[in-house]
């Protein structure tokens, strides 16, 4: 079937990329898979090539567009190549969507250049230990001080993708308690220096996957915020949490359907070359039937996670076609990079293959931005049940 969501630009776009990590990303992976985290100064060559700036306003210095397609070429070249740009996803999908739809003029001033260049990279700290899917259960809090100049932050966030490297971390914290109505009730949102005194990382969590990521556990001790730096309006986070899970969800769906696709190349490639019985694997019957089932399944996860795309793109997409999305697109890749890996035999469980990597990286798409039970539960909501 053809396929609609690409442009020439994005076409182009794709070579750039594809270059790029040839040259900067592939060289060094495995020293950053070693080291648990790609390094600091990755971020600024992706601010250089331009990639944080796309969706940024021209008078920040971004390229003033408003399109996730970009990205989703991005999702498709890290997969084929069988990397990762570290954490830097959150800093564009996750955080940049909060800024755009919350900051004030002088808020943009402040942080939007900073944010394009990779001066200052971002993350979002939503989860804590006692609480992940049930965000309205967060106990961290964030009190404004008498002469109401800034608010006093106490609490802690822990799985937080980008939380070692980050400058700045939207963190979500309760400026009032829950009342009896709705438990919902008195979530703020704050643009929080990271390097305000009181706030300090704890461990970088060791991962089964994504492990050049840098995903951590945040503490916060009487850190004071400025209430410059509070996010759009007291109160209201949960609104606006749930306003943006969707452009999430649809990110992570996207991405699962690129691994899956990816997965079916690797195992392509592979079985052809490798020989048993005398003959290769690629000519058993099993082997054709797997892989031609595997690309039925990512023909139809690429149809749902384009059409979501554009409905995103067009501000269309609900936070249930998004729950749909994800739910899909990230149950399909399970399925099919675990059919992939298995026509790899055991080389498919050495971390030297991309498809170890690969299943190691996915695994996580059905359980974070909204388990696959609580997409679930979504969905059944929009459904009247
Ligand atoms: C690698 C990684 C990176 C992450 N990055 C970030 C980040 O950058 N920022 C951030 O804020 N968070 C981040 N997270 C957190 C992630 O979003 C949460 O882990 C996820 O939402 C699940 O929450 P939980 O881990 O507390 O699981 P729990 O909520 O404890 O869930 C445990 C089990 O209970 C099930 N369950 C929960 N509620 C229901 C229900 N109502 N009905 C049926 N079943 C239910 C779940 O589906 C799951 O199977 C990250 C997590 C990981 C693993």
Redesign the pocket.
């Known amino acids: 079937m053809r396929r609609t969501v690409f442009n020439e630009d994005h076409e182009a776009f794709r070579e750039t990329v594809r270059a790029f990590i040839e040259a900067e990303v592939v060289p060094v992976y495995d020293e950053w898979f070693a080291a648990g985290q790609a390094p600091r100064d990755f971020y600024y060559k992706l601010g250089e090539l331009g990639i944080f700036g796309i969706n940024v306003p021209e008078e920040f210095g971004g390229a003033g567009l408003d399109t996730h397609k970009f990205e989703a070429v991005l999702y498709e070249e890290t997969s084929r190549a069988g990397v990762q740009f570290g954490g830097s996803g959150?800093h564009v999908l996750?955080a940049l969507p909060y800024i755009k739809m919350l900051a004030t003029e002088d808020q943009k001033k402040r942080y939007l250049p900073k944010f394009v260049t990779g001066e200052e990279m971002w993350?979002?700290?939503?989860?804590e230990p006692g609480?992940?899917?049930?965000v309205a259960g967060m106990k961290t809090t964030a009190k404004l001080s008498e002469d109401g100049t800034h608010y006093v932050l106490n609490g802690a966030?822990?799985?937080?993708?980008?939380?070692v490297h980050a400058d700045r971390v939207i963190v979500?914290a309760r400026t009032s308690a829950p009342s009896a109505e709705d438990r919902r009730f008195g979530i703020s949102l704050f643009a929080v220096d990271t390097k305000s005194e009181g706030y300090s990382i704890g461990r970088k969590?060791d991962?089964l996957?994504?492990k050049t990521?840098d995903?951590a556990e945040l503490a916060f001790v009487d850190v004071k915020v400025p209430v410059e730096d509070l996010l759009g309006e007291e109160g209201k986070g949960f609104s606006y949490l749930g306003h943006n899970l969707a452009s999430e969800r649809w990110g992570i769906a996207f991405g699962a359907y690129a691994q899956a696709a990816a997965a079916i190349r690797f195992a392509q490639q592979y079985v052809q070359e490798r020989t048993v019985f005398g003959k290769p694997v690629a000519s058993f019957q099993n082997t054709k039937f797997e892989l031609a089932a595997c690309q039925a399944e990512v023909d139809a996860a690429q149809a749902v996670a384009d059409r979501a795309l554009e409905a995103l793109d067009a501000g269309e997409l609900t936070p249930a076609e998004a729950a749909s999305a994800k739910l899909f697109c990230t149950e399909v890749a399970h399925r099919v990079i675990d059919r992939c890996l298995q026509l790899h035999g055991g080389y498919g469980y050495m971390n030297e293959y991309p498809i170890a990597r690969l299943y190691a990286d996915n695994r996580?798409n059905r359980?974070?931005?909204?388990?696959?039970?609580?997409m679930?539960?979504i969905i059944a909501k929009s459904m009247g049940l």
């Open positions: 959150v996750l993350a979002l700290a939503m989860t609480t992940g899917s049930d966030k822990t799985f937080i993708t980008g939380g979500c969590l991962k996957g994504l990521s995903t996580v359980i974070y931005g909204g388990t696959s039970e609580i679930k539960s």
